[in-house]
Antibody, heavy 120, light 103 residues
Framework: EVQLLESGGGLVQPGGSLRLSCVAS????????MSWVRQAPGKGLEWVSA????????FYADSVRGRFTVSRDNSKNTLFLQMNSLRADDTAVYYC?????????????WGQGTLVTVSS | DIQLTQSPSFLSASVGDRVTITCRAS??????LAWYQQKPGKAPKLLIY???TLQSGVPSRFSGSGSGTEFTLTISGLQPEDFATYHC?????FGQGTRLEIK
C-alpha cells in the first residue's frame, strides 16, 4: 500500500520559514506529480502547490506564489515545501497528495498531514 | 478563476436516508470533478472521480453525476460511518465542504 508521510510542521513566528517534507513509499515516486494541499483550522481544503514527476514543472496558488517553493528528490522519494515569509493565515494542516492540476482521476493518495502554526 | 460552491454547507440526516450534495462551478468545467470524504483529524479520502466513476473499494451506495456547471454526490442508505465532511474538487479548486451530521 502506498504511504505518504509528512514532517517538518511546527510553531513559527510571522515572517519566519519552515520546510516540510513528504516521504513516499511503496510506489514509483518519480512517475507521479505531487501536490501540497492545506486546511486551515475549521476550514475547507486549499490546493497550494504542485510539481511534475521530474521536478521540471512547478505550480503555485496565488496565495503562496513568491513565498513557497516546491521541490523533490526522486532519489530519496521525498517531496519538499519550503515556506518563507510565513503569515498567520498560512496556519493549517499541510497534506502532500499524489496528483496535480491536470490529474483527471482525483488525488488518490494522501499523507496524514503536518500542522503548521504561525503565531508570535 | 473557477469557483466551486457546495450546497448545503451543513446537512443533518438519519441512518438509512438518501442524501444529495451539490457542487456548482462558476463556469462550465470538464467532467474531471472529484469528491472526497473527510473525517475529523484524517486526510481526505477519494470517493469519486471524473464526476461519476467510483474509486476502487468505495461502497456502491455512493454515486456521482453531473456535467457542465452542476454536479451531485448522492449517498443512498446512509450508514453510521458516512457522517463526515464532503469536498468537491476540480483541478486546483476545492469546494468549501459539506458537513453531514446525524439527526
Amino acid at each position: 500500500e502506498v504511504q505518504l508521510l509528512e514532517s517538518g510542521g511546527g510553531l513559527v513566528q510571522p515572517g519566519g520559514s519552515l520546510r516540510l517534507s513528504c516521504v513516499a513509499s511503496r510506489f514509483t515516486f518519480s512517475s507521479y506529480a505531487m501536490s501540497w494541499v492545506r486546511q486551515a483550522p475549521g476550514k475547507g481544503l486549499e490546493w497550494v502547490s504542485a510539481i511534475s514527476g521530474s521536478g521540471a514543472s512547478t505550480f503555485y496558488a496565488d496565495s503562496v506564489r513568491g513565498r513557497f517553493t516546491v521541490s523533490r528528490d526522486n532519489s530519496k522519494n521525498t517531496l519538499f515545501l519550503q515556506m518563507n515569509s510565513l503569515r498567520a493565515d498560512d496556519t493549517a494542516v499541510y497534506y502532500c497528495a499524489e496528483g496535480t492540476l491536470t490529474t483527471v482521476n482525483g488525488f488518490e493518495y494522501w499523507g496524514q498531514g503536518t500542522l503548521v502554526t504561525v503565531s508570535s | 478563476d473557477i469557483q466551486l460552491t457546495q450546497s448545503p454547507s451543513f446537512l443533518s440526516a438519519s441512518v438509512g436516508d438518501r442524501v444529495t450534495i451539490t457542487c456548482r462551478a462558476s463556469q462550465g468545467i470538464s467532467g474531471y470533478l472529484a469528491w472526497y470524504q473527510q473525517k475529523p483529524g484524517k486526510a481526505p479520502k477519494l470517493l469519486i472521480y471524473a464526476a461519476s466513476t467510483l474509486q476502487s473499494g468505495v461502497p456502491s451506495r455512493f454515486s456521482g453525476s453531473g456535467s457542465g456547471t452542476e454536479f451531485t454526490l448522492t449517498i443512498s442508505g446512509l450508514q453510521p460511518e458516512d457522517f463526515a465532511t464532503y469536498h468537491c474538487q476540480q483541478s486546483g479548486t476545492f469546494g468549501q465542504g459539506t458537513r453531514l451530521e446525524i439527526k
